[in-house]
């Protein structure tokens, strides 16, 4: 993990596991990404959840493939 992007990695290690958090960011992503410190693009990657913009600021690609996965479950589930 780059040290410069813990916080981003950290905040999709949370959406993947902690179902307050994922509710937070379904209500607002960005409101959710403001509130963990996120600024610039890594809150507007996080807030897309761009799997290929994330790994392009050093996530690996997994830890976004499950946060992706799981909020899109939970969007479906809602609908």
């Not at 959406?15 to 994922?22: E, V």
């Not at 799997?51 to 589930?77: C, K, N, S």
């Amino acid at each position: 993990m780059r040290p410069d992007r813990v916080a981003l990695t950290e905040a999709l290690h949370t959406l993947a596991h902690d179902p307050a958090a994922r509710e937070s960011y379904l209500s607002d992503g960005a409101a959710y990404a403001a509130a963990i410190g996120l600024q610039g693009d890594e809150a507007e990657a996080l807030i897309n959840l761009s799997e290929q913009t994330l790994a392009d600021l050093g996530v690996h690609p997994l830890v976004p493939f499950l946060t992706r996965l799981l909020i899109d479950h939970e969007r479906r589930q809602k609908t």
